[in-house]
Structure formats: C-alpha cells, structure tokens
C-alpha cells in the first residue's frame, strides 16, 4: 500500500520561475509535514515543514500549502534558481508511530 | 560540527560476505533510524532504534540487523548479503520528541 504519493517525478523549470511539488497522503495518524530537500552526494535535509492546524506557511522562497480534508500538501518555490536543483521529498511524519514516510521524489533541475 | 557519520562510502561486496556499516552521532540523539534509497522508491526504513539498547523493525528488515549498544553509534549489518541490497544507505538521527531528523551523507553499497 502506498500511504505517500508525490508528483512530478521530475521537473524542469527557468531561472525565475516558480516550481510545484505536490503530495497526498492517506494515513490519518500522520500530524507534521516536511520537506526534504537532496543534493547530489549528500543525505536529505529538512527543507520546511507544517503543522495541520495551518494551512499555509512561507520561509523565503519556499511555501507549503497544506489542505487537511483532501490530504494533500504541496511545495512552491518561487523565483526558482539553479542552486535549488536538487530532489525534493515529502516526508509526512506519525508522532505516534515516530515514523518520516517518504514520496518518491521529485528531481528538480533550474536552468540557468 | 554537529553532524551524522556513515563509513564507508562506497562499497562493493559478494553475495554472502557479511559487512557492517557504521553510524556515530555527536548530537546525542536518542533516536537513530537506517534507510535505504532505491530510485522511484523514496527512502524506506530498516531499522530504528529509541534508545540504547531499544531495537525495532521498520518497513523493510529482512536481511539486515542493527544493534544499539552506545547512544552515539548505531551499526547496521548484512550477515549474508544479496544482490537485492544494492543501494544507498543512510543513516539518520533526531532527537526525542523532535520531528526533524538529521541524515548522514550516505553509504553506496553494490553486492555483486
């Protein structure tokens, strides 16, 4: 069973632009959502995260917009930049069960 | 510098020939987790551990074992490795009560 579904699989974006990961969920337990992000060569990193009691949070470039009734979370990057390339995860995490689930991942290239 | 060590990096085995992968934090983490990363799969745990001396499977055990006998290090073993185990492992510490985990840099095994 997949609990964890993120899309694109991949993404191609300008210099500039804006980037959208999106990921949905089906476990009911998890209570916090981060976002990993991954470069080449290294361990995944905390990116940003949200608690389900708000539906939006912003960290410089980086937005999670969270919607609780379709089980859905996704990540905005906005004027995306060449060193944001990376592979991006969401990582829905049970506090009960202390458990990160991970998507798939989403390889990001920036072009310059 | 606080941080995650994997040793080693790179690593290539024959089917059958035991190996170790250590883990060490200097965080002082109480909870340490291994992961393996397989493209299109995300990351999925092996084994977690609470705390010194406080073991449990986690998604995907068979053919590894883990062992929790000092709080900063945390070994994962493959006693008869397959072919099947070839990926990248990472290790990944957080501490009690926190959902962000902070991940070693990654060991790429090959069982050949």
């Known amino acids: 069973q997949q609990q964890v579904k993120q899309s694109p699989q991949s993404l191609i974006v300008q210099k500039g632009g804006i980037s959208i990961i999106n990921c949905a969920y089906e476990?009911?337990?998890?209570?916090?959502f981060p976002w990993y992000q991954q470069f080449p060569g290294k361990g995944p990193a905390l990116l940003i995260a949200?608690?389900?009691?708000?539906s939006e949070k912003k960290e410089g470039r980086f937005t999670i917009s969270f919607n609780k009734s379709a089980k859905q979370f996704s990540l905005h990057i906005m004027d995306s930049q060449p060193g944001d390339s990376a592979t991006y995860f969401c990582?829905?995490?049970?506090?009960?069960?202390?458990?990160?689930?991970f998507g798939s991942g989403t390889q990001l290239t920036v072009l310059p | 510098e606080a941080q995650v060590t994997q040793n080693p990096r790179y690593l290539i085995t024959v089917t059958g020939k035991k190996l170790t992968v250590t883990c060490s934090q200097n965080?002082?983490?109480?909870?340490m987790s291994w992961y393996r990363q397989d493209p299109g799969l995300g990351l999925r745990q092996i084994y977690y551990?609470?705390?010194?001396?406080?073991?449990d499977k986690g998604d995907v055990p068979e053919g590894y074992k883990v062992s929790r006998k000092e709080k900063r290090n945390f070994p994962l073993i493959l006693e008869s490795p397959s072919p099947n185990q070839t990926s990248l492992y990472f290790c990944?510490?957080?501490?009690?009560?926190?959902?962000?985990?902070?991940f070693g840099q990654g060991t790429r095994l090959t069982v050949v």
């Open positions: 990944a510490s957080s501490l009690k009560g926190s959902t962000e985990a902070f």
């Open positions: 476990n009911t337990a998890f209570d916090y």
């Open positions: 949200i608690r389900p009691d708000v």
């Open positions: 990582a829905p995490f049970s506090g009960s069960a202390r458990q990160l689930t």
């Open positions: 965080m002082n983490h109480e909870y």
């Open positions: 551990s609470m705390n010194v001396e406080v073991t």
